[in-house]
Each structure stands twice: as structure tokens, then as C-alpha cells.
T-cell receptor, first 115, second 113 residues
Framework: ETGVTQTPRHLVMGMTNKKSLKCEQH?????MYWYKQSAKKPLELMFVYNFKEQTENNSVPSRFSPECPNSSHLFLHLHTLQPEDSALYLC??????????????FGNGTRLTVT | KNQVEQSPQSLIILEGKNCTLQ??????????LRWYKQDTGRGPVSLTIMTFSENTKSNGRYTATLDADTKQSSLHITASQLSDSASYIC????????????FGGGTRLMVKP
């Protein structure tokens, strides 16, 4: 296990649905991240939370709404998505944002398909 | 604009053979470079980190090199195993207030028996 758990592993939703992705880390880290991984493209940073405060929103459309109730939990609320939003959504954590030699610890992702 | 380019995009080798993956970057100022391994259906896992002063670092059958002057890194895999089949992602961190990360597109390696 990676120490970062994401649920669900797979999600199929229609464009009018509302769903949420969940991420939980058991590593005692203070920074949590959402990344989007599309086929044949580099990972794209979406959001960063450092000590529960949002510090990065990488021009993500408002149909994606993050929530970080505490340092161990991170959610991504989805509504009125588009087919091009289909991708693997990866959650990661680190000791704190920007710590130089601290690696990201990734979950195994949620494979999202928007129909 | 900071960029990280990896080559080849994909690679097929026979079990037991060696291979080398390349990573070229334009990120500046440079802090460190990390290689991640991503198995199918899994999240990336860190293999090794290279800082400015390091030229070579090994982690088992994986050896990473860094040439900070030419802004190139390589990941050499020795005596490949079927379990090495994965995507390998190069990630470079800036050395500034934001310490931003720039990800490469990855090299997909398939090791065949």
C-alpha cells in the first residue's frame, strides 16, 4: 500500500451527474494535491492544499471543486463534466508544499469516464 | 517556459537486457530531478532523486545520471525483469519560492519474456 488511498478506483458518470472523489493519507503529511493524468500527456497539477489551505488552483474549470477538511483528507467534487474530463485523477501528499527533497506519495488514482 | 522532454516515448526490450531512458529539461533555476515508476493501474512511485551536485546514483538495478550543464538525465535499467514493465516519469523541481514541479510525458517500457 502507498499510504495514500483513493476511492472509488473507477467511476463512470453522465454529464449531468454530481459525484465526489475521495483521498485519504496516513503518512502524517501536511500537503495534498490533485493531479489529472490524460493519455500521452504529462501529469497536470490541479489543486494544492498546504496545512488545509488552498495554495494552488491551476486554472481549473469550476466544474471541479476541491475540499480539504483536514490534513488527512481531500475531496474533488465533480458536476456537469465534459467527455474531455475523462482521465485518471491522482491524489498525492508530501511533508509540506515545496519541500525541496520530499517526494510526492501518490494514490492509485480514480479512473473517470464521462459519458 | 519550463519543459521536460523524455525519450523514447515507448520501448520494448527482452527480459535480461539493459536499457537507457532519457530526460532533457529546460527548468531553471534547477533544484532537483526525480525519476518515478508508474505501474499500470497504479500511482507513480519515486525511484531516485538527483540534486545539482550528484552525477550518478544507483537504486538496485536502476542507475540515474545527471549532467546539470547540459540539462540531461538518464535512467539505466540493468538486467531487466518483467516487473520493470511500467511508465517512467522524469520530474524536475525549480529552485525558487514556489519550488514548482515540471513533469515529463514519460517513457512506457515493456519487457517481454
Amino acid at each position: 500500500e502507498t499510504g495514500v488511498t483513493q476511492t472509488p478506483r473507477h467511476l463512470v458518470m453522465g454529464m449531468t451527474n454530481k459525484k465526489s472523489l475521495k483521498c485519504e493519507q496516513h503518512l502524517g503529511h501536511n500537503a495534498m494535491y490533485w493531479y489529472k493524468q490524460s493519455a500521452k500527456k504529462p501529469l497536470e497539477l490541479m489543486f494544492v492544499y498546504n496545512f488545509k489551505e488552498q495554495t494552488e488552483n491551476n486554472s481549473v474549470p469550476s466544474r471541479f471543486s476541491p475540499e480539504c477538511p483536514n490534513s488527512s483528507h481531500l475531496f474533488l467534487h465533480l458536476h456537469t463534466l465534459q467527455p474531455e474530463d475523462s482521465a485518471l485523477y491522482l491524489c498525492a501528499s508530501s511533508q509540506r508544499q515545496g519541500q525541496e527533497n520530499s517526494p510526492l506519495h501518490f494514490g492509485n488514482g480514480t479512473r473517470l469516464t464521462v459519458t | 517556459k519550463n519543459q521536460v522532454e523524455q525519450s523514447p516515448q515507448s520501448l520494448i526490450i527482452l527480459e535480461g537486457k539493459n536499457c537507457t531512458l532519457q530526460c532533457n529539461y529546460t527548468v531553471s533555476p534547477f533544484s532537483n530531478l526525480r525519476w518515478y515508476k508508474q505501474d499500470t493501474g497504479r500511482g507513480p512511485v519515486s525511484l531516485t532523486i538527483m540534486t545539482f551536485s550528484e552525477n550518478t546514483k544507483s537504486n538496485g538495478r536502476y542507475t540515474a545520471t545527471l549532467d546539470a550543464d547540459t540539462k540531461q538525465s538518464s535512467l539505466h535499467i540493468t538486467a531487466s525483469q518483467l516487473s520493470d514493465s511500467a511508465s517512467y516519469i522524469c520530474v524536475v523541481r525549480e529552485n525558487n519560492a514556489g519550488n514548482m514541479l515540471t513533469f515529463g510525458g514519460g517513457t512506457r517500457l515493456m519487457v517481454k519474456p
